[in-house]
Every structure is written in C-alpha cells, then in structure tokens.
C-alpha cells in the first residue's frame, strides 16, 4: 500500500501501472462503506482488461487514509469531489483521467465532472445517487438493524482503522432531516466528457431513475441496466461490468 498527503492528510491508495502505451489513466472511487482493499481483485482486473494504469484510494476516514478532524456534513460528497479528489490528481500528476466510481463515487465523480468540466477524459458510475429516494432510506435503515444486531461491526473492522465512525458517518448522515433535500442535480448539464452509468435491476438502494436522470441531462450518455445484479455491479455481474468499462476505455482511448 501506497501513501499521499492531500491537504494535510495522509491517504492509502494502489497504483497499477499501465501495460500498454498511450493509455489514460483509471481512478477508482468507493462506496459509502469502502476502502481500497473492499474494491478485492476488481482493480487488477479492471487493469489486466483495459491495460491502463489503475489507481484506487480510500478517502479520508476510510480504510487505513487519516481522518477529517470534523464532523461529517450533508455536502460531504460535494467537498470530495469539488475539493479533495482535484488535489489528490494534481498530488499525482493526473490530467485526464476516466473516473469510475461506484454509489457514493459515483456521486462524486458526477459532481467532480460537474464542477471541473474541463478535467475528466470520462466518467463511469455505478449505481449512484443524484437525490434522495424513500428506497435508498429504507434500505439504510435495514442496515442499521443490521449493524446492531449481527457481526458486521467485526466484519467491517477487517478493513477500516475506525469502522464505528465509517458506519455512522454515513448511516446517520443519510438518515438526518438535513440530508433530505441533499441533490445534485444541478451539476449534471455542466457535464462535458462521455458518462457511461451502469445500474442493477435489483438495486435495494435505489430505483433506475437514478441513471435515467443522468441520461436526461447529459446527451449522449451510455446507460447498462443489469438483470439479477443488486448495488454492486462490479461484484454481482462482474463480467459485464469489465466488457461495459473496457468498451468505454477504448472508445475514449481510439484504441
């Protein structure tokens, strides 16, 4: 595991290098509950597939990168992708990079295109979230059934420095009065680059208008709805998600 200080703090990430010449460059971005080691082997592959160098962090607070100092805000999201995920290209001398980024990544590689048109090759989402949907709370609140009542505390520690503060960060955040309004669609017309947004039918956070608005708002979005695949689509159907994500690599590469 690699480290980078981004504006005062210190992040863990893995850099895949590229096999082939000429390639742009992939950045990864995690859910609301992830880390560089929960994306398991899919980085590698997504590597292997498309030949790109790959890079996958852990944002602040998460997995094993150092914490803000201060609470979680409803525009969390927003300082990611506006603020902090810039300045983490700019530590790596990245360019143009191809965001892919999964539930709240997704989110923020949506505002990140928004707010930096200029600066995306492209972006691909996976099931992310534009605005708030009854479905997405319901589903919030089974986990935090869930979280009280199995093992999942033990389980998420495996990978996470601080899991009781990854878990309440988001789960309480989403389920404030104050994050009720949160949304982002504002940001999708001023999106430039190409956006391929891929979401399960079978979501259980989610409904498909959450892509479908993308697709409104951004011409020429490539959108992949996948039968028998829930909210992560890179581990329920995996196979198409790296057909879908090399197609798109290639296209954006004129390989």
């Not at 914490?67 to 983490?88: C, V």
């Not at 089974?142 to 999942?152: G, L, N, P, Y």
């Amino acid at each position: 595991m690699k480290h980078i200080v981004v504006q005062g703090l210190k992040l863990e990430y893995r850099d895949y290098p590229a096999t082939a010449d000429g390639k742009p460059t992939l950045v990864l971005l995690h859910e609301g509950l992830g880390c560089v080691t929960m994306w398991r082997d899919f980085p590698q592959k997504l590597a292997a597939e498309t030949a790109c160098r790959v890079i996958v962090y852990s944002r602040a607070g998460y997995g094993h990168s150092e914490p803000y100092p201060e609470p979680r805000t409803p525009r969390y999201m927003h300082r990611e992708g506006e603020e902090m995920l810039p300045a983490l290209l700019d530590a790596l001398h990245i360019e143009r990079p191809i965001l892919v980024g999964h539930s709240d990544g997704g989110s923020i590689s949506l505002i990140f295109a928004g707010a930096h048109p200029e600066r995306p090759l492209g972006i691909a989402v996976m099931a992310p979230h534009e605005f708030v949907e009854e479905e997405t709370l319901a589903g919030i609140r089974v986990a935090r059934e869930a979280w009280a009542s199995t093992d999942w505390p033990k389980k998420l520690a495996r990978y996470h420095h601080d899991a009781p503060r990854v878990f309440s960060d988001w789960n309480d955040c989403w389920l404030s009065p104050a994050f009720r309004d949160w949304n982002i669609e504002d940001y999708l017309p001023k999106i430039a680059c190409p956006v391929l947004a891929i979401q399960g039918e079978d979501d259980e956070y989610a409904t498909m208008r959450q892509i479908d608005v993308i697709a409104e708002k951004v011409p020429g979005t490539q959108q992949l709805k996948l039968a028998q695949c829930g909210h992560t689509p890179q581990r329920d159907q995996e196979a198409a998600v790296l057909a879908a994500l090399a197609g798109f690599v290639s296209r954006l590469s004129g390989s």
